[in-house]
């Protein structure tokens, strides 16, 4: 008999696992509370332990990099408080040379693997009960209201940063949660700030407020907008884009200008807190948490995408290689995951500062620092400039 297990979440942890656990034999049945899949999405770097994952899972070639080709001249741009723009560091920079892509590129490439997988759209859990060789889940119907008992051999809770699941099994938000004291507004521009290259990225970072332009090999930009604000409660009422607009008066800029004028265009939007969610176990009995409900890094780290990937397919190897024994699979696919999850969580606060900087002080300093880097790192060799760098993740020149 098939063991079956409830995924909730259809984003990229649920997805992962859905494809794992399939892989270790285990038949998924995903519920997602949204009424469709959705969509699009933010700017994603995924670093190496992601591709990788993405490779694991089987979903390399169906999600290519928009990386834009290396420009001789510079593709980031950093814009300072005189509004004098210079060659600057970027994302894709970073060590690991992250592969650019949507977060609904990634989805997408999820969901073509999980062809047979039952999903239930509309549909969240309302209670959750262990008994001795089963969990029985009460699942509520989000248009009908209609509600519904079903038993599962697991539950896998990936339903994001403030996961039902969670609540419902290990206790209120507010035990995980940690306030990180800051706001972010994540969307996707219709053009490219004037006078940029297409697939330039932008950056102006000042003291407790920053505006990243991501640019892209094969797609319009994708902006964000990060502020940090100990009155996060505050943040949430009122109009988003009058909010936004006040918080960035005063950075008399035409790219944050631009960008401003764009969010009240853009179809939809990203607004939400910044925290980090921390726990000491991701399981408890027949219940998992994987991505952003066990262990939300937050964008700083850029790692969340990249984690949420090799979450899902590490837990389907622990459930291979430990066919007949749930406790053991879950603890030791937590053994093997923790010490990547706590790193990166750790340096997610430096690169906060990096994102969006604590104060002039800060600001100052990674300026002189991100400056220092370049500057050692000096040139790319001439073969590298305009190289390919929109790619199938599987390595395929496209
Ligand atoms: C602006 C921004 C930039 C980022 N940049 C990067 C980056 O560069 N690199 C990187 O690796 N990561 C990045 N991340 C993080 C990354 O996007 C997330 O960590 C990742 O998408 C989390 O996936 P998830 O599946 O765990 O959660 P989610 O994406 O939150 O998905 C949860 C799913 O569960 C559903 N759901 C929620 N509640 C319920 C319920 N009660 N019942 C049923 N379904 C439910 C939701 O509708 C959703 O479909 C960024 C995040 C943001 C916001």
Redesign the pocket.
Known sequence: MRKRALV?????????AAIGLRRAGWTPVI????PK??TG???????PE?RQAAVDLGIADHLHARNPQRAARANSWSVDRRGRRRPALG?LDQPGE?AAVL?GD??AALWQNITGVEVRFG???VAITEGPAEVQVLLGTTGTGAQYRESFDMVVG????????RRIVFGPDEDYLTTWNAM?C?FQLKQQVPSYEASDSIIIAHAKRAVWVFGLADHSP?A?L?YRTTDIQEQFSGSRVQRLRSVFSGMDDPVARHVLDSLEEAPDH?F?SVHQVRMPRWSNGRAVL?????W????Y?????????R?GAALGAALLEHPDDLTAALAAWETGLRPFITKHQRTARLKQQMFVPSSRRAEALRSVLLGLVRRIRGRRPATEAGGPRTRALSGTPR
């Open positions: 909730v979440g259809l984003g990229i942890a649920g997805m992962s519920v997602e509370r949204a899949r959705r999405g933010y700017f994603v770097g995924l670093f992601g994302f992250p977060r990634i989805e549909t969240t859990p990936a339903d994001g940063m403030r996961s039902s699941v972010i994540a994708t964000l990060t990203l939400d994987v991505g952003d409900a066990a939300c890094m937050n964008l780290s850029g790692m969340g995408a990249t984690s949420s990937l979450g």
